[in-house]
């Protein structure tokens, strides 16, 4: 079946460890998203790729980085360096709005809570 | 910076009501517009969508509809049913593919 694979689906890591959480996709789709979400602060964007090899960051791109070496792929790694990483991340994936005919619907995966211990 | 705001933040109402959910966005240029349903600790499925030139979407009780002039969507929900409930999110998209939310509406649907 098509659709997007997030895994793990829990993890826990200890402070000062750098976590990477994977994304997998076989919708053909060019463009991937991770997001973070949080509480009471809805969805927030960390990262997207409109295609292979090039990404760029969204509103809070800090203490995290990514990948986009396949178009299958889009792993995010949360680094020591993210001061609060305990979340739940989702990832996603859409053609770009900007083709021709298409409407820019987004699809998502099952997520992945990550726990600081 | 686009914003969306969706009201009311929680709702509760007993099984077979009809229901209306708000979404109201900052943006004019609007591209579309995503409603979607989240179950607790689970990921976002897409519900309906609906494009800047079309007013509005139907898929079975649920109708949505988009008013670019006022910068409102609203999602009709039928007949409520206990399976239901959820926390329903909209998004908007104007930019090159990148979607604002809204902090959404969790819906309780009793029996």
């Known amino acids: 079946d098509g659709g997007i694979t997030q895994s793990p689906k829990y993890l826990f890591r200890k402070e000062g460890q750098n976590v990477t959480l994977s994304c997998e996709q076989n919708?053909?789709?060019?463009?991937m998203y991770w997001y973070r979400q949080d509480p009471g602060q809805g969805l927030r964007l960390i990262y997207y790729?409109?295609?292979?090899?090039?990404?760029q960051k969204g509103d809070i791109a800090e203490g995290y980085s990514v990948s986009r070496e396949k178009k299958e792929s889009f792993p995010l790694t949360v680094t020591s360096a993210q001061k609060n990483p305990t979340a739940f991340y989702l990832c996603?994936?859409?053609?770009?709005?900007?083709?021709?005919?298409?409407?820019?619907?987004?699809?998502f995966g099952e997520g992945s809570r990550l726990t600081v211990l | 910076k686009q914003e969306v705001t969706q009201i009311p933040a929680a709702l509760s109402v007993p099984e077979g009501e009809n229901l209306v959910l708000n979404c109201s966005f900052t943006?004019?240029?609007?591209?579309?517009l995503q409603w979607f349903r989240q179950d607790p600790g689970k990921g976002l499925t897409s519900l309906l969508l609906?494009?800047?030139?079309?007013r509005e979407q139907t898929s079975g009780r649920l109708n949505a509809s988009l008013d670019k002039s006022s910068g409102r969507s609203t999602l009709y929900i039928a007949a409520s049913q206990p399976g239901d409930s959820a926390t329903y999110l909209c998004?908007?998209?104007?930019?090159?593919?990148?979607?604002?939310f809204g902090k959404g509406t969790m819906l309780l649907v009793s029996p």
């Open positions: 609906i494009q800047s030139s079309q």
């Open positions: 919708l053909n789709h060019d463009a």
């Open positions: 998004a908007e998209t104007s930019g090159y593919s990148t979607l604002t």
């Open positions: 943006d004019s240029a609007i591209y579309n």
């Open positions: 996603a994936s859409s053609i770009p709005s900007g083709v021709l005919l298409n409407t820019g619907e987004l699809f």
């Open positions: 790729s409109q295609i292979v090899n090039d990404f």
